[in-house]
């Protein structure tokens, strides 16, 4: 999916790597047994080790080691059996170490991949260039008093997986699907909740512009803590055409770290860019390098679910789905079951189609997961077992739809109810047909001499008039028959 930038001297295409904090499930951080409970009151989740008391010496938390090896093999990676654990020097008010504790030359995941799922069917490829691990900071709080700033460390020692891509990324399009595909993989391997909203996953966006055609990369400036996946994409969007307005006014890109604006819709320049060397990275002295075994890894491969990826596959194969329909419903674990429980036994596509098209459209209206859906699988399940076996038709199937969404009811009782059976007494729709064709004897005539489009309209009168009941063919092969003789 090629996304250009039309300048003034030609077209630009864009370079995009993403670096992803991932927050690590675990009921302790990386080094401490504090606890990490989102949204607890301010400096109630900290140890000694996370505010940094002198003499206090690190432990590592074995958990979140599986966490992130578990997280490597999702990810199609190598499993680096050796990593160390160095110290990120640098100074922050809510760093109280001075130092973070972070991987920087071997890091506990190498190289992997991430397919991603394009809206028209495709799919792409995205390299991971690593997965490390590393500790959080604390939080400054600027906003609750006119003249002193506070300092909430919770989320010190709290940890992180970043995971870096490779600079494969090549629209904004392409940004959100591979945010979206992380996101999702992360959750079937519960490693991370990939809560944008609660700060539990955030995006650091690595962007570059060059004519087409051209090979190399140019200088890439970071859009740092982008906190949506909409926002992603906008921030892409802005710095894009940024970058191509300073070439062409004849001006040079510089590396550096920079903030989006979301209501203004533009980065800005928020710090000359960090390299390497201003961290003064050295191995940390109080932590003995990482070695895992095989075994290790084997037991923890052993363990993994069916992953986004198999499980598209399998539905296109086992479902007969499109890679469209198939893609949609893996995204969220809990949707794939769901599907699955609908289709046992049904139409798969049938199945698909309710799934996707008017159960989520309801749930979008009501602002609803598919694990709060006031319509159970089992009870979808059930009206597509009444329009298969020719209770109701797919017309009347809505409209009781819409009963289960506010109701919760089984569509059974509310067909009997109701009063909603299908009709399909012949002399009944005959009847109807009659008359409509006898309040409209100028139309009937239209059509007997070769309007047929109107039949559709002669259709719906009969419909109107059985409360929707009729059977929809049925009154489309009679009115055929009393009109055209077919």
Not at 89 to 114: K, M, R
């Amino acid at each position: 999916m090629t996304y250009i930038v039309k300048g003034e001297t030609g077209d630009w295409e864009i370079v995009v790597g993403l670096e992803v904090h991932a927050q690590v499930i675990s009921r302790s951080k990386l080094f401490s047994g504090a606890a990490t409970d989102f949204g607890a009151e301010p400096n109630t989740q900290v140890s000694l080790v996370d505010a940094a008391m002198p003499g206090m010496l690190p432990v590592i938390n074995e958990y979140t080691i599986e966490q992130a090896v578990r997280t490597g093999l999702g990810l199609r990676a190598k499993i680096n059996l050796v990593s160390v654990f160095e110290r990120k020097n640098y100074f922050y008010a809510d760093l109280p170490q001075g130092y973070q504790i972070s991987q920087y030359q071997q890091p506990i995941v190498g190289e992997g991949t991430i397919v991603l799922d394009m809206p028209d069917g495709s799919s792409r490829a995205v390299g991971i260039e690593r997965l490390h691990m590393e500790q959080d900071a604390g939080k400054s709080l600027h906003d609750q008093d006119p003249r002193r700033s506070f300092i909430d460390l919770n989320r010190s020692g709290v940890c992180l997986m970043e995971i870096v891509s490779k600079p494969d990324i090549r629209s904004p399009e392409e940004a959100g699907a591979y945010l979206r595909k992380l996101r999702s993989i992360l959750r079937y391997l519960g490693t991370c909740d990939g809560n944008m909203e609660e700060g539990s996953m955030r995006c650091d966006v690595n962007v570059s512009v060059r004519k087409v055609g051209e090979e190399g990369l140019r200088t890439r400036a970071e859009v740092k803590n982008v906190n949506s996946v909409r926002f992603v994409m906008q921030a892409i969007e802005h710095e894009a055409e940024r970058q191509v307005g300073v070439y062409e006014d004849g001006g040079r890109v510089v590396q550096e770290t920079r903030l989006y604006d979301a209501a203004k819709g533009e980065t800005r320049s928020m710090r000359a860019k960090e390299f390497a060397h201003d961290y003064r990275y050295f191995p940390d002295p109080d932590l003995l390098p990482l070695i895992l075994t095989q075994d290790f890894v084997d037991r923890i491969r052993s363990g993994l679910p069916e992953l986004p990826d198999d499980k598209k596959e399998r539905f296109m194969r086992d479902y007969g789905l499109t890679p469209y329909d198939a893609s949609v419903l893996v995204v969220e674990r809990e949707t794939a079951a769901y599907f699955e429980q609908v289709a046992k036994g049904r139409d798969a596509k049938q199945a698909a189609n309710w799934v996707i098209s008017t159960l989520f459209g309801a749930l979008n209206r009501l602002g609803k997961s598919i694990s709060e859906s006031p319509v159970g699988a089992d009870n979808l399940g059930r009206l597509i077992d009444l329009i298969a076996d020719g209770t109701i038709s797919g017309r009347l199937a809505k409209d009781i739809f819409e009963i289960m969404v506010e109701t919760g009811q089984e569509p059974g009782r509310i067909v009997e109810e109701r009063g909603l059976k299908q009709v399909t007494d012949t002399g009944a729709i005959e009847a109807a047909i009659d008359a409509a064709i006898a309040a409209n004897p100028d139309k009937a005539d239209e059509v007997r001499g070769g309007k047929d489009k109107l039949l559709g309209w002669f259709t719906g009168q009969v419909m109107k008039a059985t409360g929707g009941k009729a059977n929809p063919q049925m009154v489309n092969d009679l009115l055929r028959k009393k009109l055209m003789g077919a």
